[in-house]
């Protein structure tokens, strides 16, 4: 079974700080990875995506891929209230398989 | 170019009825890809269909099922509704004319209620 997992949180940061969400994956073989966001009662939206290992940088986002260790991480620098949301990381191999998502809270 | 389009927005069944939800693509994706939300399983995936033929499935019970159309609208069904199949339901297209890397893009989801 191929598994995606991330800490469920919540993570709470104040706003201005960096709030980091980890992501690690079990299939070893997989090549596409992904953020989303999904605010509440709405549907998942993308934020990044990433297929080579190193950094990915799109304006206040970084998503950061290590196939060797199998992990992938989002980076939200400058966190604002509106980043407040659950964060879905999805790895394709075949079919997209998603992890539980990481609630985060951006406190004013 | 318009979004995912699913129909219903909202639904409420008893259990033991059926359900048949609705997708439009965005124009141009001819793959669709159907999950179910749930505050406890999370976002699990149902299946995918591309040309109207079912690429991938899910761990999912034989009442699941779907069907892609001709113009790349696919309906997704549910038959004897259980109280578990209380979810969102949300349809997924991508435009995989060149690699399977596309990404996917959202429908706004089809809450079912299964009183």
């Known amino acids: 079974q191929k598994e995606v997992e991330q800490n469920s949180g919540p993570l709470s940061v104040p706003e201005g700080a960096i709030a980091s969400l980890n992501c690690t994956y079990s299939d070893r073989g997989s090549q596409s990875f992904f953020w989303y966001r999904q605010y509440s009662g709405k549907s998942p939206e993308l934020i990044m995506s990433?297929?080579?290992?190193g950094d990915k940088e799109d304006g206040r986002f970084t998503a950061q891929l290590n196939k060797a260790s199998q992990y992938v991480s989002l980076l939200i620098r400058d966190s604002q209230p509106s980043d407040s949301a659950t964060y879905l990381c999805a790895v394709n191999d075949n079919d997209m398989r998603f992890g539980a998502g990481t609630r985060l809270t951006v406190k004013p | 170019k318009a979004g995912v389009t699913q129909t219903p927005r909202y639904l409420i069944k008893t259990r033991g009825q059926q359900v048949t939800l609705s997708c439009s693509p965005i124009s141009g994706h001819r793959s669709v890809s159907w999950y179910q939300q749930t505050p406890g399983q999370g976002l699990q995936f149902l299946f995918e269909?591309?040309?109207?033929?079912?690429?991938n499935k899910g761990n999912f019970p034989g009442r699941f099922s779907g069907r892609q159309f001709s113009n790349s609208r696919s309906e997704m069904n549910v038959s004897t509704l259980e109280l578990g199949d209380s979810a969102l339901y949300l349809c997924?297209?991508?435009?995989?004319?060149?690699?399977?890397?596309?990404?996917?893009?959202f429908g706004p989801g089809t809450r079912l209620l299964v009183l």
């Open positions: 997924a297209s991508r435009d995989t004319r060149t690699s399977i890397r596309e990404t996917q893009y």
């Open positions: 269909y591309f040309s109207e033929t079912q690429r």
């Open positions: 990433i297929y080579s290992n």
